[in-house]
């Protein structure tokens, strides 16, 4: 008896994008419905958003306490130290900001969801809402969705903040950069619609609309087993950070 033949993982990855892109079409349909339960949206907030803080200003603070120490030693090879945080700011802002902020989500509220989810399948809880007429989309996915895609230009935020205190610390207070010249330099190369409206608000949303569609479907779709959930929550986070990179190339070729 002959072998059953394994499946293209090529298709299967093609076949899991294009589930994925229509159970976001379900997704944004039940957006109307889901504000019945609103509080859900807020208590899904909280705990993707407010709960990731520690994690998200802790990792800010020493990428930007290494990022000044690695550039500072660069730039003294050139004479230009005076330029530490200005470069510090662009790279955050552009590039480490949203994207380590998007790959720490991931890891942390990405999973939760995934598992979440899985276990509300592996226990049959989404199948009794579906015999007592409640809409598992939009009560259990589209809060978890949209509360994602509000939590993760916050906490972009709050990780450049970190990163920029971390780099003030290091090159001011540390090793003797100008305070005056540090904060000029930063203000002057800064650019609102280049850096804070293109690099932090549209790159941070995209993501956090890639990680929490991820999270869901991942979750809806997973077999209702311990096993199951368990390659589920690893999916999530692969296919996140595949997603997040990938996204990071497009919007950086299309927007600088």
Known sequence: MSA??????LLQALAQIGGCGLFLLTLLAAIPRS???????????WFVGAMSLVIIMVCGLF????LALQLYYVLQIFGGTAASGMVVALAIYRELGPVVTALLFAGRAGT???????????????????????????YVGTPRFLAGLIAMPLLCCVFCAMGILGGHLVGVTWLGIDNGTFWSNMTAAVNLHTDIVNGIL??????????????????????????GVAY??????????IAILALDFVLTAFLM
Do not use: C, W
């Open 4 to 9: 059953r033949p394994m499946r293209n993982p």
């Open 35 to 45: 504000f019945k339960h609103f509080r859900e949206t807020v208590r899904q907030l």
């Open 63 to 66: 990428v930007g306490l290494v």
């Open 112 to 138: 939760s969801i995934t598992a979440e989810i899985g276990l509300m399948r592996a226990t049959d809880q989404i199948a009794a809402m579906e015999m007592m007429a409640v809409d598992p989309v939009a």
């Open 202 to 227: 549209l790159k941070s949303l995209a993501f956090g609309a890639a990680v929490s569609l991820i999270a869901v479907y991942q979750g809806f779709t997973t077999p209702p087993t311990s096993e």
């Open 232 to 241: 589920a929550t690893t999916r999530t986070v692969v296919a996140s950070s």
